[in-house]
């Protein structure tokens, strides 16, 4: 079996890097995931981004793949969110494509969401996918022995119901870390965006969540823009750290080569 990044950085409670991915490209996709081996994830962003689920995120997860055995792990943002219905056809078919986790934003739906991402006896998500286990590098049969236990099952506190409420949330079973967005959550709790870092009161939310997350022994991840706003963090004692996004990595490294280039 291929190894899973994320999940030996969480084993080994280590910080664990990562990168957004908003794109649809194949080629961009393996790109990004050859760019550095301090890589632990990249995230599919199939709500804000322009991923589909199906098939989009199954080829993206196999361009990732096709790093070789230690690709960063693929986890795939759901599209639901809020008090949604659909969120359980759509992680069916996240996990369905290969991926290592899902990321969702409905806490109010975190039981489900926990049952959603595992088999019985202790979920309720389905076989049969003739995909999966390939990208898994494994055999039909060893992944559904072995998924329960290698799903990472996240989601989002970005609301003022999810502050409300983070104890409850954070201590469902099943549930294997918080995501916090700091965009929507100073937004939801009527402070102005990062920029780039968050309000102080905001900050002081972030810091409550994070002790929250650790006193149930689960992981907590923060958003970041950049290499040393993400350094800064994993000093703070967050185990799972977004560096970059594609888009704006891109933006940036073209206009720095421009600006380099003509600053005669």
């Known amino acids: 079996m291929t190894t899973h990044a994320l999940l030996s950085a969480f084993k080994a409670n280590k910080p664990a890097f990562g990168a957004w991915l908003t794109s649809s490209s194949y080629i961009h996709a393996r790109a990004v995931a050859k760019a550095s081996p301090s890589m632990s994830w990249l995230m599919l962003d199939c709500e804000h981004g322009l991923i589909s689920l199906n098939p989009g995120a199954h080829e993206l997860i196999s361009a990732i793949s096709s790093v070789g055995p230690n ?7 759901i599209p639901a969110t809020g008090t949604s219905t659909g969120v359980s056809w759509q992680i069916k078919y996240a ?7 899902v990321l969702v ?7 489900e969401i926990a049952a959603d991402s595992r088999f019985a006896p202790v979920g309720r998500r389905g076989f049969g996918s003739s995909y999966t286990h390939e990208t898994w590098g494994t ?20 609301t003022k119901e999810g502050v409300e409420n983070m104890e409850g949330i954070i201590g469902v079973e099943g549930i294997d870390g918080i995501f916090i967005g700091p965009y929507d959550l ?5 402070y102005p ?4 870092d968050p309000h102080p009161e905001v900050e002081k939310i972030i810091q409550r969540i994070l002790q929250v997350s650790h006193k149930a022994g689960k992981k907590c991840a923060m958003f970041c823009t950049s290499g040393a706003q993400a350094a800064k963090r994993a000093q703070e004692g967050f185990d799972m750290i977004n560096v970059t996004a594609d888009i704006d990595a891109l933006t940036k490294g073209v206009g720095a080569a421009f600006e380099a280039a003509t600053k005669n």
């Open 105 to 111: 934003g409905t806490v109010e739906k975190a039981r």
């Open 139 to 158: 055999s039909a049969m060893d992944y559904l022995k072995n998924a329960n236990e290698n799903i990472v099952v996240m989601v989002q506190i970005e």
């Open 193 to 196: 965006p990062p920029s780039p």
């Open 95 to 101: 996990l369905d494509a290969g991926a290592r986790g």
């Open 71 to 77: 690709a960063p792990s693929t986890l795939v943002r």
């Open 186 to 190: 100073s937004i939801a709790l009527g």
